[in-house]
């Protein structure tokens, strides 16, 4: 099980920064809600993009034209950061990116077991259960478990990796596509996908 997330590598510098901003986005946020000047529906809303529009969706194109495209795919395997990066997707977290593929016989999850790094460019915001402690620290030791509860149930002939997202580079998965979608557009494709798919916690 690939399992690369050095402790004597990986840099947590940013932890207590994250932890910090977190705090201070929520001071000012609740500050700004008590004086009547946001609406907490409205930052709901921006949230809620961000987590399921704006991240999500460029994944899923990313991973549609992998599946159209052979020359593309090979390229997005090779060298993540760079087949990524010419679609436009760059920014925070995006800067190192390694994309894992799924096939018949390997199924490929990603965590972050000391924090919470993640690709937002390709994946919005990460889910809460992502950062959550159970996750973090079971995925790695029981993976099998871990995405039996999220439905997946695979046979002993079916390998499980799971990729440690650390600050150095983050992992996004590339979905096995399904089958009788030959005539599918890239557009077509890309609603197939979601976030849980590209983590690898859904098979698309």
Known sequence: MPHDHDD?????DHDPLEQGASLRVRALEE??????LVDPAALDRIVEYYERETGPRNGAKVVARAWLEPDFHDWLLRDGTAAIHSMGFTGYQGEHMRVVENSA????VIVCTLCSCYPWPVLGL?????KGAAYRSRVVREPRAVLKEFGLEFGTD???KVWDSTA???YMVLPQRPANTETFTSDQLATLVTRDGMIGTALL
């Open 105 to 108: 016989r390997v199924h490929n």
């Open 158 to 160: 079916v390998e499980i």
């Open 126 to 130: 990460p889910p809460a259960w992502y």
């Open 31 to 36: 500050l700004m809600i008590a004086k009547g």
């Open 8 to 12: 004597a590598d990986h840099d947590h």
């Open 168 to 170: 150095e580079i983050r």
